[in-house]
């Protein structure tokens, strides 16, 4: 009676189980590339309401542009204050706008974050300056 796996068997063994971890991974990749979608859509309403409230604040226009890799905010002076790159794969696509002192955009604003299919939209309300995700 043989108590032992031989090589060829272990051999096997070891294939089919790399074969059910690379399908796992590829999809656990998938799901860190959405996770990085909803983060960066996050943090960009989270700049906008920093910037709409700057304006506020110091009585000043904070001017956005977007651009396909990444995106800038200036005050009227010409200073930067903030300068994000987006990271691969995700695009950015808006027109450039400014916030007003009387905490609303220049003009109606929809801000999409695209990776691949997917897609989330950041539209900013130009009545009252409200700013939602969806």
Known sequence: MKKAFSLIEMIIGLSIICLIMTVGLLGYKEILFSMSLDNESILLKKYLEQSREF????????YWTLEPESYELKTEAGEVLKKH???????????PFHFTVNLTPSEGQTIILQLDKKQKKIIIDPVTGRIRMI
Do not use: L, W
Request: glycine content about 6%; hydrophobic content about 25%.
């Open 55 to 62: 304006a506020y604040s110091y009585k000043t226009k904070v």
């Open 85 to 95: 790159t987006i990271p691969r794969r995700i695009s950015v696509n808006g027109k």
